[in-house]
């Protein structure tokens, strides 16, 4: 784990993920050896104007996921704010987006790439 008391670069970074219907989408993730992703903001919007979307957001640490928002439904033409505090994600790790079968979902994260030393 970097110690981000060291940091040498600092580049924020936003992307959108697409989710498909039945499907995931990994956010925020690929941090290298010497990086920390501070993920500030994660916002899910259900596109469909036919069916509400049900949504699972999991933090996986390389092996496991962790679901912290589980079977969330976002009403049709809506969004979802999902962090009320920062995460931090190192090497390995990543943010999970699940959508159900009915409805396919947009993903949008904003984070701090954390570069350090050795």
Do not use: C, R
């Not at 925020?28 to 104007?49: F, M, P, Q, R, W």
């Amino acid at each position: 784990m970097p110690n981000i008391t060291t940091v040498t670069n600092l580049q924020g970074e936003t992307a959108g993920y697409a989710v498909n219907a039945g499907g995931s989408a990994d956010v925020a993730s690929g941090a290298g050896a010497l990086e920390t992703h501070k993920v500030n903001a994660l916002l899910i919007t259900n596109d469909s104007t036919s069916a509400d979307a049900v949504v699972d957001v999991s933090f996986n640490d390389g092996n496991t996921n962790f679901v912290f928002a589980n079977e969330i439904t976002i009403p049709q033409g809506a969004a979802l704010d999902v962090l009320s505090a920062p995460m931090y994600l190192n090497n390995g790790e990543k943010i999970v987006v699940a959508a159900s079968s009915a409805a396919a979902v947009t993903a949008v994260a904003s984070w701090e790439n954390l570069t350090t030393v050795s």
